[in-house]
């Protein structure tokens, strides 16, 4: 099973751009669709962002369409979500999530990095 490392979170003033990263290892990366989530204080972990195995679609989240851009690079083992013109309330928790092309749920969860978006 893939082995995920989240990084890149950190404090920006809102207007500001932050990257994040997630590093997987132990699994045949490029077999596996990619997912970004987030988790306010006090809410529930919501779903940002996803690209497909092949890197042929994505799809986000209202809130983060236009802002936010996941990419991946299969060749390094990593996945990307460009976070721009951030706004307080993206203040959270992000994971990075795994879920193998042929399964219907999100396999594997990294830690979190925390992402702090001041006024």
């Known amino acids: 099973q893939v082995q995920l490392v989240e990084s890149g979170g950190g404090l920006v003033q809102a207007g500001g751009s932050l990257r994040l990263s997630c590093a997987a290892s132990?699994?045949?990366?490029?077999?596996?669709?990619m997912g970004w989530f987030r988790q306010a204080p006090g809410k529930e972990r919501e779903f940002v962002a996803a690209?497909?195995?092949?890197?042929?679609?994505?799809t986000y989240t209202g809130s983060v369409k236009g802002r936010f851009t996941i990419s991946r690079d299969n060749a390094k083992n990593a996945v990307y979500l460009q976070m721009n013109s951030l706004k307080p309330e993206d203040t959270a928790v992000y994971y990075c999530?795994?879920?193998?092309?042929?399964?219907?749920?999100?396999?594997?969860w990294g830690q979190g990095t925390q992402v702090t978006v001041s006024s």
């Open positions: 999530a795994a879920q193998y092309f042929s399964s219907p749920n999100y396999d594997a």
């Open positions: 690209i497909r195995w092949i890197g042929d679609s994505t």
């Open positions: 132990g699994g045949t990366f490029s077999r596996y669709n």
